[in-house]
């Protein structure tokens, strides 16, 4: 497949562009859109045959669900079964880098929900996203746009990587927001319960909808059957090379000081504040140990930088559980091979 790249600046978007790709959408064809959490890898939600192509393109397992996108809140509404009460909540934080797991009606198609009666639903903020959604004129499924188990992509680069000559257009948008994908939140029950924590956190939730639950997977404990969601059941994020994560301690730089003799040339991806005590090391810095934001958004983009080195190892600092950063150490969790703590 020949692949079209089209490159724009989302803050002055340029509509004949944004209609070639929306006519790709309307037609079954594969779209590589940027939104403001990760770029995703868009087909025609209504249209079996494109939702399948997607599968086909990432490798993805078919009993991982896809979300579906939609431009304004209001079309969900045809879609999935809400009260008014909910619906007052969810307006709280969209559009915005959050998806919805509620329960489903007959028109969205089961290879959308792996065959579930629940479906997940979302408002991205992206400018690109949003119109290229509002163009197409039908909800666009959309995973990450990265081959199946490795890290998400968070700059155009990495979407040509995985994706040229498997899609019909790409969209460069440059560079995005936040760099993990979005916070997922079950709806269906009496208490809601995130499934995949994202950049709105658990306090933020807590401010709307109250009591909410956060099961043991999120911390990498337990195991997942059923996936109501993307990113709950499989490995993923993960580089191909082996990857250790060192959990975050007041002991985690005698940990990583033992870890590293047992490998000829390991890469250490550490705090700005924790380079020094390993000169003579090959170092990627991921930001102050503080900067949860920082390092969030450079996350995926560092494993694919270390994936491509010539290190045998890589050893990567987690930060502590606690608001965005539960996000990022269940991204990290899914992407290691091996786990230390103290």
């Given at each position: 497949?020949?692949?079209?790249?089209?490159?724009?600046?989302?803050?002055?978007?340029?509509?004949?562009?944004?209609?070639?790709a929306?006519?790709?959408?309307?037609?079954?064809?594969?779209?590589?859109?940027?939104?403001?959490?990760?770029?995703?890898?868009?087909?025609?939600?209504?249209?079996?045959?494109?939702?399948?192509?997607?599968?086909?393109?990432?490798?993805?397992p078919?009993?991982?669900?896809?979300?579906?996108?939609?431009?304004?809140?209001?079309?969900?509404?045809?879609?999935?079964?809400?009260?008014?009460?909910?619906?007052?909540?969810?307006?709280?934080?969209?559009?915005?880098?959050i998806t919805?797991?509620?329960?489903?009606?007959?028109?969205?198609?089961?290879?959308?929900?792996?065959?579930?009666?629940?479906?997940?639903?979302?408002?991205?903020?992206?400018?690109?996203?949003?119109?290229?959604?509002?163009?197409?004129?039908?909800?666009?499924?959309?995973?990450?746009?990265?081959?199946?188990?490795?890290?998400?992509?968070?700059?155009?680069?990495?979407?040509?990587?995985?994706?040229?000559?498997?899609?019909?257009?790409?969209?460069?948008?440059?560079?995005?927001?936040?760099?993990?994908?979005?916070?997922?939140?079950?709806?269906?029950?009496?208490?809601?319960?995130?499934?995949?924590?994202?950049?709105?956190?658990?306090?933020?939730?807590?401010?709307?909808?109250?009591?909410?639950?956060?099961?043991?997977?999120?911390?990498?404990?337990g195991?997942?059957?059923?996936?109501?969601?993307?990113?709950?059941?499989?490995?993923?994020?993960?580089?191909?090379?082996?990857?250790?994560?060192?959990?975050?301690?007041?002991?985690?730089?005698?940990?990583?000081?033992?870890?590293?003799?047992?490998?000829?040339?390991?890469?250490?991806?550490?705090?700005?504040?924790?380079?020094?005590?390993?000169?003579?090391?090959?170092?990627?810095?991921?930001?102050?140990?503080?900067?949860?934001?920082?390092?969030?958004?450079?996350?995926?983009?560092?494993?694919?930088?270390?994936?491509?080195?010539?290190?045998?190892v890589?050893i990567?600092?987690?930060?502590?559980?606690?608001?965005?950063?539960?996000?990022?150490?269940?991204?990290?969790?899914?992407?290691?091979?091996?786990?230390?703590?103290?």
């Amino acid at each position: 497949m020949e692949t079209k790249i089209l490159k724009m600046n989302p803050f002055d978007i340029d509509f004949k562009k944004i209609n070639i790709a929306a006519e790709i959408i309307k037609l079954g064809g594969l779209v590589v859109f940027p939104t403001e959490t990760v770029y995703g890898l868009g087909a025609n939600a209504l249209n079996e045959n494109a939702v399948k192509s997607i599968y086909k393109a990432k490798g993805r397992p078919s009993d991982n669900p896809l979300i579906m996108h939609f431009d304004k809140l209001e079309k969900i509404k045809d879609f999935v079964y809400i009260s008014e009460n909910l619906y007052e909540k969810i307006k709280v934080f969209i559009p915005g880098p959050i998806t919805f797991v509620l329960k489903r009606k007959n028109i969205v198609p089961n290879i959308i929900t792996a065959n579930m009666d629940t479906v997940a639903v979302r408002i991205p903020i992206h400018p690109i996203a949003n119109k290229l959604i509002e163009m197409s004129g039908v909800p666009i499924a959309a995973p990450s746009a990265n081959l199946s188990g490795k890290p998400s992509p968070t700059i155009a680069e990495h979407v040509v990587e995985d994706m040229k000559g498997r899609v019909d257009i790409i969209i460069d948008g440059g560079n995005v927001d936040f760099g993990l994908e979005s916070t997922v939140i079950d709806l269906t029950e009496d208490i809601p319960t995130i499934l995949r924590p994202g950049p709105i956190t658990p306090e933020n939730l807590k401010e709307v909808f109250g009591e909410i639950k956060i099961p043991e997977f999120i911390y990498g404990k337990g195991k997942v059957d059923t996936a109501k969601a993307p990113g709950m059941k499989y490995r993923h994020y993960a580089p191909d090379k082996k990857t250790i994560l060192v959990e975050y301690s007041e002991n985690r730089i005698d940990i990583i000081k033992k870890i590293i003799k047992n490998y000829k040339n390991p890469l250490l991806v550490l705090f700005e504040e924790d380079k020094k005590y390993f000169n003579g090391y090959d170092i990627i810095t991921s930001g102050n140990k503080n900067d949860y934001y920082k390092i969030a958004v450079n996350l995926f983009s560092i494993l694919r930088t270390a994936d491509k080195t010539n290190n045998d190892v890589i050893i990567i600092e987690g930060v502590k559980d606690k608001g965005l950063g539960i996000s990022i150490m269940n991204r990290l969790r899914k992407a290691s091979s091996e786990i230390w703590g103290e």
